[in-house]
């Protein structure tokens, strides 16, 4: 009996702790919502996918346009000891032994092909200089290929072989790429030929790298590894999204972090080699640097970004349209702009084109119309700023 009563009083205690915690609990719920702020409804987002058990029908379907490419240069022996650890150590190792001479070098990359009649897309680091191409498709057929054009700007390459009715990939488009987003590399990573990875797209708008003069890379943790260069960068509908063009590493391979040159500054070059042969850009005739809140207040500007002009080029087009050393340009036909954007922007404008620029000057805002012209082939600062000064120490291309 006693022992029977006392487990019965537990319970009883027990119950009260328990009814006393609920009603607790409820009076701070209750404190929660009538004292504090209004829930925050959270920002829309995309609707979350069911991961698919395989990516087969994906990889089956676009891996037959990813091709591999074998290119032969022809390099004196001199410029071979300018790439010898020995002869950077010990200057004239090796001189003796080898005179200098030509030699075949050759080396390997990815492309993409794009047209059924023969149209591939690569970078042009992985065609510079070759004297001789050559495509190994999917099926093990070797064809020659041409270089129709190249860009070294974007390392865009555009290059032809002589073959129809060819799979071919289909162009989506960057600008709906998302962080998070699933992704795709293809390509023929130390020659290994055709190889696929997965991850995800870790960031966009990359820029300021010194790898590139017009950089706006989609960054990846896919595996990207030297002989990548030049591969498909795909999205989960098979898709081309990118190029595949250079990694962050310390080491020289793969560490999570690769370069796509997003496919809608592919399309834009990719369409003028195939029509020109070149890339034509407009320029405005100024240079620039990033405005930071430093000199933002240091010039009384009221702008968070945009770029400052640091210098106009005589009877340019930013000179004649009465634009000034340390204006603050913040918008280009109604869209705010910093100084890496305004760069992207102009370049690709079609020069003769007239653009609405929007100035900052001594705290006052003007509009300027702007007739853009034709930047010089041959300028290495091709007006629309200096290209980035950072250094590329553990960058590489793929």
Do not use: C, W
Not at 64 to 90: C, H, M, Q, Y
Not at 116 to 138: C, I
């Amino acid at each position: 009996m006693n022992r029977i009563g006392k487990y019965s009083r537990l319970i009883v205690v027990t119950l009260i702790l328990g009814l006393g915690s609920m009603a607790g609990g409820a009076f701070v719920g209750a404190s929660m919502i009538h004292g504090g702020a209004a829930p925050i409804a959270a920002s829309p987002v995309r609707e979350a996918a069911t991961m698919p058990a395989t990516f087969a029908p994906v990889v089956k379907a676009v891996l037959p346009a990813v091709v591999n490419i074998s290119a032969t240069k022809i390099v004196r022996t001199s410029e071979l000891e300018e790439d010898n650890p020995f002869g950077r150590l010990f200057p004239g190792f090796g001189s003796q032994q080898m005179p200098d001479r030509p030699q075949r070098q050759e080396g390997e990359g990815s492309g993409v092909i794009v047209s059924s009649d023969g149209y591939v897309v690569t970078n042009n680091h992985v065609v510079d200089g070759a004297t001789e191409l050559t495509v190994t498709m999917g099926d093990k057929r070797e064809l020659k290929a041409r270089v129709i054009g190249t860009d070294a700007k974007t390392d865009i390459a555009l290059i032809k072989i002589e073959a129809r009715e060819l799979p071919h990939i289909t162009l989506g488009t960057s600008a709906n790429v998302e962080v998070g987003d699933i992704a795709l590399a293809m390509g023929n990573p130390f020659g290994l030929g055709q190889t696929v990875t997965m991850g995800i797209i870790s960031a966009t708008g990359r820029g300021g790298l010194g790898i590139e003069d017009y950089e706006d890379f989609i960054q990846t943790d896919a595996s990207i590894n030297p002989g990548n260069s030049g591969g498909a960068l795909i999205n989960t509908k098979g898709e081309l999204i990118g190029i595949n063009t250079a990694i962050l590493s310390r080491s020289g391979g793969n560490q999570g972090v690769g370069f796509a040159v997003p496919v809608d500054m592919v399309r834009q070059v990719m369409t003028q080699l195939k029509e020109k042969g070149t890339v034509t850009r407009a320029r405005l005739g100024l240079y620039f640097q990033e405005l930071t809140p430093k000199l933002a207040s240091a010039l009384g500007a009221k702008a968070t970004s945009g770029a400052l002009v640091t210098d106009v080029v005589p009877q340019g087009p930013a000179a004649k349209a009465g634009l000034q050393k340390e204006d603050v340009i913040v918008a280009l036909n109604g869209k705010e702009m910093d100084g890496r954007s305004l760069r992207l922007a102009v370049g690709s404008i079609a020069p003769g084109t007239t653009i609405q620029l929007k100035v900052l000057r001594g705290g006052a805002e003007h509009e300027y119309s702007v007739t853009v012209d034709a930047a010089p082939a041959d300028s290495q600062h091709a007006e629309q700023g200096e290209r980035p000064a950072t250094p590329r120490r553990y960058g590489r291309r793929g």
